[in-house]
C-alpha cells in the first residue's frame, strides 16, 4: 500500500515531467523558426550593404523561402519598397499568384500598417518578428 509521501512524490515526479514536456514543446517552435528568422537578417544585412534601411523579410511556404525581402526604400526611390513588401512581391511572382494562402512572413521587426495590410490581402498565415522569433498571428487589416 502506498504511503502519503510516495503519493505526493509520484505526483510531483509526474508533475515535473508533464512541465518540462510542455517547456519542450513550446520551445520547439521557436527553433523550427530559428533558420527562417536568420534568412529575413541576412536580407536586413543585404540591405545594408547596397546602401538602404536595416530591415529584411522573408516568406515560407512548406518549409522553403519563396521570397526574399532586402528594404529597398532608398535604393528603388520607392516608398513602398518595405522589406516586406519585397518579400511579398517576390514570393506572388515566385507563385504566379497574389493569393500566399499557407504562407509565413519572417521579418526583422515589427511591420507597419502597410505591410502588415498586404500581408492580410495576400493571405498570409502568421507573421513571426525579430530575434526572439515573435509569434505575432495571423496579420490584421492595419490601415
Not at 19 to 30: E, M
Not at 85 to 93: H, K, Q, W
Request: net charge positive; charged share 20%.
Amino acid at each position: 500500500m502506498l504511503n502519503r509521501r510516495s503519493m505526493l512524490t509520484g505526483a510531483m515526479a509526474a508533475m515535473m515531467t508533464g512541465l518540462l514536456t510542455l517547456r519542450n514543446a513550446l520551445a520547439q517552435p521557436a527553433n523550427a523558426h530559428s533558420g527562417f528568422i536568420k534568412r529575413a537578417f541576412a536580407m536586413r544585412r543585404r540591405a545594408v550593404a547596397e546602401g538602404d534601411q536595416a530591415y529584411g523579410a522573408i516568406v515560407v511556404k512548406k518549409g522553403r523561402v519563396i521570397g526574399l525581402g532586402p528594404s529597398r526604400v532608398l535604393t528603388n526611390m520607392d516608398a513602398t519598397g518595405h522589406a516586406e513588401m519585397e518579400a511579398l512581391r517576390d514570393a506572388g511572382r515566385t507563385l504566379g499568384t497574389h493569393d500566399l494562402s499557407g504562407c509565413i512572413l519572417y521579418t526583422t521587426s515589427l511591420p507597419c500598417r502597410m505591410c502588415e495590410t498586404a500581408a492580410y490581402w495576400g493571405n498570409i498565415e502568421r507573421v513571426y518578428t525579430g530575434a526572439d522569433i515573435t509569434d505575432r498571428g495571423k496579420p490584421g487589416y492595419g490601415c
